[in-house]
């Protein structure tokens, strides 16, 4: 069965830096993605990659503190946070679809199929 762990996640100060992971199996997908989701908010975009990490997009308030990358013979995505601040503090999800996504397509919640169960990301000020 199709399956995404998620692992990494942790408490942090502000300032410091959180590498997650996210590794699939079952299925070799096309786009694979995070989003995050704090208390009282709505899941967001967060980042997402091509299927050899090709091409990459990021949301514009963190692309400057964000490295997505991939180990396609591990069929594991990382996700590397530096400069992490308070408002940073969520829960991490994996995302994948076997679709190819444009910029616009990637960032939407609604075209992904499968997900994982999150990760805590808390960091303190």
């Known amino acids: 069965q199709v399956q995404l762990v998620e692992s990494g996640g942790g408490s942090v100060q502000a300032g410091g830096s959180l590498s997650l992971s996210c590794t699939a199996s079952g299925r070799t997908f096309s786009t694979n993605a995070w989003f995050r989701q704090a208390p009282g908010k709505e899941r967001e975009f967060v980042a997402s990659?091509?299927?050899?990490?090709?091409?990459?997009y990021y949301a514009d308030s963190m692309q400057e503190r964000l490295t997505i990358s991939r180990n396609s013979a591990k069929n594991t995505v990382y996700l590397q946070m530096n400069r992490l601040k308070p408002e940073d503090t969520a829960v991490y999800y994996c995302a994948a679809t076997t679709v190819v996504l444009g910029d616009r397509s990637a960032k939407s919640r609604d075209a992904y199929a499968f997900w994982g169960q999150g990760t805590q990301v808390t960091v303190s000020s």
């Open positions: 990659i091509s299927r050899y990490g090709t091409k990459t």
